[in-house]
């Protein structure tokens, strides 16, 4: 009985040991440096699926919560050079990407800041996420699974900032370019000549886009291993989460202009191609993006819309993520995000969300393009559209209409 007992014991410390020793290594590669600078947190609404049943975290969660919690405090002593006064750094950016010399920047000032209520605006867009998530008769696909449900891959646009203790949900077409900047800049994830970038503006367009600059949740696995769904769980809980939004009709508009208005070879042979064949019934089409803008071929918006209501392009393969719905992008019914932006109201959620994640001492905002996309151009793009059409698409994308609180386009659904 006791050669039982201490084998038993033995066993409990060997496996204690063990996962002190991925504490450790997890401390090589950063993530034991789990601060938890959030700056507003709230408790979870009685009656919402996402994150209720994380308030009773399971005993390894616990034990990684309290060991990545020391070290915290042990790390959260020292002070960090990186936290330091605002570098103005250059005045303008370098357009090295056509996207952005054709859109250009809105350097005005926005004296309107302080006009909203902001408390209360997120308090509003939050009930109202809170409410359709908790409404049965209020159904979409993956609404009623929970976060455990949702496959790594479908994680890959949680980008995690662990220095700060944030989680960013991008949207692409919602200055998700700039908001991964931020993410950048604050997480010290990219380096110029051996330094930290301090201004989001001198970050290149296409190393923000490279997935391997960021860390983002579907990372976890091959790093973490089985502890990846706990730690994902615990930083959900503890970190200040985020994502941006925009009207979803709106949304598509803009896709449309820089996928397909401009010369993207990327998606002119994956999409641009296919749609003109299907959609157009051209043949023989060239096998460049320069040579098919010279013979004047390119995809129309009907076009684009076929192809989105299409059932066969989904059984294709996923819907892109310049067009995919927010609700596969970020997960809102399982994932309890803290605040909730707006591209409708960027200057002033913006301004108001670093204020709260009090980092608005470290970096400011890029500015806005000029020339974004309005609402006010629904009626013009959509003219040419079949009712029947919008109709579909609504459908397609009414949740995100709903979920966050855009009105439904009636002028667009009637005759």
């Known amino acids: 009985m006791t050669k039982a007992r201490l084998l038993r014991l033995s066993v409990v410390l060997v496996s204690i040991f063990m996962i002190l020793l991925i504490i450790v290594y997890w401390d090589n590669v950063g993530t034991a440096h789990f601060y938890l600078h959030t700056s507003f947190s709230r408790p979870h609404s009685p009656g919402i699926t996402a994150g209720e049943d994380w308030e009773a975290l399971p005993d390894v969660d616990e034990f990684l919560a309290k060991l990545l919690s020391s070290s915290l405090k042990q ?13 103005q750094g250059s005045s303008k950016p370098l ?32 009930r109202t996420l809170k ?17 455990d449900d949702i496959p790594n891959y479908e994680l890959n646009h949680l980008i995690v900032d662990d220095r700060h203790g944030i989680i960013y949900c991008y949207v692409p077409k919602v200055a998700c370019t700039n908001w991964k900047r931020v993410m950048i800049v604050l997480s ?30 579907n ?29 979803p009709f709106v949304r598509l508009i803009s896709a449309f202009r820089s996928k397909f208005e401009l010369e993207n070879e990327e998606f002119y042979r994956r999409f641009a191609i296919p749609m003109l064949k299907l959609y157009s019934n051209h043949t023989n089409l060239p096998t460049s993006v320069s040579e098919a803008f010279g013979a004047g071929l390119k995809v129309s918006f009907s076009d684009f819309i076929q192809y989105l209501l299409d059932p066969r392009t989904e059984k294709m393969a996923p819907f892109n ?13 399982q994932i309890d995000y803290d605040f909730i932006g707006k591209l409708e109201t960027l200057d002033e959620d913006a301004a108001y969300l670093l204020q709260l994640l009090k980092v608005d001492r470290l970096l400011r905002f890029p500015p806005s393009y000029r020339n974004r996309t309005a609402s006010s151009w629904e009626d013009n ?16 994308y009414e949740a995100d209409f709903v979920l966050f609180g855009y009105p439904k386009p009636e002028n667009l659904l009637k005759d």
């Open 75 to 87: 790390n959260s002593s020292t002070p960090r050079k990186t936290e330091q006064l605002l570098v």
């Open 95 to 126: 357009a090295s990407n056509l996207e952005e010399n054709v859109r250009g920047y809105d350097w005005s000032t926005h004296n309107d800041r302080n006009s909203l209520d902001q408390e209360q605006v997120q308090i509003e867009r939050q």
């Open 131 to 147: 409410e359709f998530c908790a409404n049965s008769s209020f159904t979409f696909p993956t609404k009623e699974r929970s976060f």
């Open 188 to 217: 010290e994830s990219l380096l110029d000549q051996g330094i930290p970038y301090r201004n989001p503006l001198d970050i290149p367009r296409e190393h923000v886009h490279n997935t391997s600059t960021h860390l983002t949740f």
């Open 219 to 247: 990372k976890f696995w091959r790093r973490y291993g089985k502890f990846s769904r706990h730690l994902m769980k615990i930083k959900l809980k503890k970190y200040t989460k985020f994502l941006f939004v925009r009207d």
């Open 321 to 333: 993520e310049h067009w995919r719905q927010v609700y596969r992008l970020c997960h809102p019914c």
């Open 381 to 396: 793009w959509f003219a040419k559209i079949p009712l029947a059409w919008r109709q579909q698409l609504y459908k397609l």
